[in-house]
């Protein structure tokens, strides 16, 4: 007998560990998360949420929430500067940039816009203390279930499920799943106990702590905003780093622990001395918040899955901080996760589906490890992404940040025919053009006189996305659906305003070309986005699309139903 009952169980309740309990708990999966911790961390640790993530939150109803709590680096920022001190850094001596003026009354020259790669904006920065209290309250609103101050202390698995003993609160039970997650950091106990290897150099030089302070230093920033001041001279060397652009602060500072150092020895006071001695003036007031040891690591899990059990996030890739890879690259693992689980617990899909996990998320986890460490060895090539760079990036083999965070590309066995090369590693809108296995093409189009990203589209389900023609694909979706018992969306992006109520409407008829198909050909795209099939024109019967979800759901023709 067991104390609890649940589908999936996720070990650690961080950002990934939110991220998948949210979106499994969105497909209706019955979810438990716990995590050791007593709270949500008040440590912003990561700061830079990237694109496929907005997109991601996007579809979980959460951008305006995510943009409410971000952090406005519009005011001019200087990217990265240097000094001795934060007081003697030479940017901050020039004049700060004049305010805005306000835009002259009149007709504005027509210039068309740049094509947006993806629907997702905040106004700059979201520290992952501020995702994760957005995360949270959206999961338990989702149904997932949430324990703090719980922590897995030993799991079995066998061919039916999971056992797990969880130490919390009010004592140990146990806890029966179908699968577990694993988003328990970098040195996920869950790996270790499942004696998966590493591959990877591993730590990347001396522990470090993390630092957060909270200061009013308009004395010392005069008017400008930067994102990292790296402090060097022959006694000091660390980085401070911007998280609020007004009151809070982080310092990353090293220490030795052959000389006989070690995380507790920075106490307030002592980390106080180090903040006054990087500012380069005791006259700010400095409140100590926190204090977070922790070291750079580049490791990859030599597998993301063993039986019922999954890795995810750091657990599963520990990624350099340049480039904003890692929480990243964990979120999108939680996102393609979820929907597989959902599909598989509710016997719309073989279990064989899981094993697509392993094949897509582990070489884009080692392309994020890999874009990470080319650019800790030569950090010009990430803080500078200017034009003139491009051959010396190529030659290093540095690929732009947005390609990495939107441009991987799957080959397995949920994708039809892929094509897994990257036309370009410098511009990412020559990668997301309807090719199998890449996330599908965003294009503003209008539903009911509303503007809506192809994206919005998708919904989490299976959707075909039809052009103009494709009205047949429509109608081979309705039965398709009906037969596998599988949701199933359909819309036909027209350019037709009189097509009738709940039209998707594309007045410049740009779908079929940002796609890869004629006007009667069409898009299956599935639940996270990512194009599982491409036919260029109709459809020779209403089985072809039956006979390719069949294909890519490890179905048998002798367990659809009616």
């Given at each position: 007998m067991h104390d609890a009952r649940v589908q999936v169980l996720v070990a650690g309740a961080g950002t990934?560990?939110?991220?998948?309990?949210?979106?499994?708990?969105?497909?209706?999966?019955?979810?438990?998360?716990?995590?050791?911790?007593?709270?949500?961390?008040?440590?912003?640790?990561?700061?830079?949420?990237?694109?496929?993530?907005?997109?991601i939150l996007r579809e979980a109803g959460l951008a305006e929430a995510i943009d409410e709590v971000a952090v406005d680096m519009a005011k001019g920022s200087l990217g990265k500067i240097k000094g001795e001190t934060l007081a003697s850094a030479d940017a901050l001596t020039r004049p700060a940039p004049p305010a805005r003026r306000a835009p002259v009354p009149g007709p504005r020259p027509t210039v068309e816009p740049p094509q947006e790669v993806g629907p997702g904006r905040i106004r700059g920065t979201c520290p992952q203390n501020r995702l994760d209290a957005v995360l949270l309250p959206a999961a338990r609103r989702h149904g997932a279930t949430v324990l703090y101050g719980t922590e897995l202390v030993s799991f079995s698995q066998d061919?039916?499920?999971?056992?797990?003993?969880?130490?919390?609160?009010?004592?140990?039970?146990?806890?029966?799943?179908?699968?577990?997650?694993?988003?328990?950091?970098?040195?996920?106990p869950v790996r270790a106990a499942l004696a998966i290897p590493t591959t990877g150099p591993g730590p990347l030089g001396g522990p470090k702590v993390n630092i957060l302070f909270r200061a009013d230093l308009t004395s010392l920033t005069r008017g400008h905003s930067f994102v990292a001041c790296e402090i060097t001279r022959p006694d000091f060397h660390g980085m401070l780093m911007t998280i609020d652009g007004d009151r809070e602060w982080v310092l990353h500072f090293g220490y030795d622990p052959d000389?006989?150092?070690?995380?507790?020895?920075?106490?307030?006071?002592?980390?106080?001395?180090?903040?006054?001695?990087?500012?380069?003036?005791?006259?700010?007031?400095?409140?100590?918040?926190?204090?977070?040891?922790?070291?750079?690591?580049?490791?990859?899990?030599?597998?993301?899955?063993?039986?019922?059990?999954?890795?995810?996030?750091?657990?599963?890739?520990?990624?350099?901080?340049?480039?904003?890879?890692?929480?990243?690259?964990?979120?999108?693992?939680?996102?393609?996760?979820?929907?597989?689980?959902?599909?598989?617990?509710?016997?719309?899909?073989?279990?064989?589906?899981?094993?697509?996990?392993?094949?897509?998320?582990?070489?884009?986890?080692?392309?994020?490890?890999?874009?990470?460490?080319?650019?800790?060895?030569?950090?010009?090539?990430h803080w500078d992404a200017s034009p003139a760079l491009a051959a010396e990036r190529a030659r290093a083999g540095v690929v732009n940040s947005p390609v990495v965070h939107l441009g991987c590309r799957y080959d397995s066995t949920a994708v039809i025919a892929p094509v897994t090369d990257l036309p370009s590693h410098e511009d990412i809108t020559l990668d997301l053009d309807g090719a199998p296995g890449s996330r599908v093409p965003h294009l503003w189009v209008t539903r009911d006189?509303?503007?809506?990203?192809?994206?919005?589209?998708?919904?989490?389900?299976?959707?075909?996305?039809?052009?103009?023609?494709?009205?047949?694909?429509?109608?081979?979706?309705?039965g398709v659906a009906d037969r596998l018992g599988l949701e199933l969306g359909a819309e036909l992006i027209t350019t037709d305003p009189d097509a009738g109520p709940d039209t998707v409407l594309d007045p410049g008829g740009r779908w079929p070309a940002a796609a890869g198909i004629t006007p009667g050909g069409a898009l299956l795209v599935r639940p996270d986005g990512f194009v599982a099939w491409r036919a260029a024109d109709l459809p020779d019967s209403g089985r072809d699309l039956e006979r390719v979800l069949i294909r890519l759901l490890g179905l048998k023709t002798d367990v659809r139903r009616g």
């Open positions: 990934v560990g939110l991220t998948a309990a949210l979106f499994l708990a969105r497909h209706g999966v019955d979810v438990l998360a716990v995590e050791r911790q007593p709270g949500l961390s008040e440590h912003p640790r990561a700061t830079g949420v990237g694109p496929r993530t907005l997109e061919d039916e499920g999971v056992t797990a003993i969880l130490d919390g609160p009010d004592g140990r039970r146990s806890v029966r799943a179908d699968y577990l997650v694993a988003a328990d950091g970098v040195q996920s000389a006989g150092e070690s995380a507790r020895d920075f106490t307030p006071e002592r980390c106080r001395d180090l903040v006054h001695s990087a500012l380069g003036s005791r006259a700010p007031e400095v409140e100590i918040v926190s204090v977070l040891p922790w070291r750079i690591r580049a490791l990859v899990a030599s597998r993301f899955s063993d039986g019922r059990v999954f890795l995810a996030g750091d657990a599963a890739h520990a990624v350099p901080p340049l480039g904003a890879f890692g929480m990243n690259t964990g979120i999108a693992d939680a996102h393609n996760l979820a929907w597989k689980l959902a599909l598989v617990l509710r016997g719309r899909a073989a279990p064989d589906l899981l094993d697509t996990y392993d094949a897509e998320r582990r070489p884009v986890g080692a392309l994020a490890v890999e874009q990470a460490r080319l650019r800790l060895a030569d950090p010009r090539l006189g509303a503007r809506i990203s192809t994206l919005d589209l998708v919904r989490s389900r299976f959707t075909v996305l039809a052009g103009p023609r494709g009205a047949a694909w429509i109608q081979a979706a309705t």
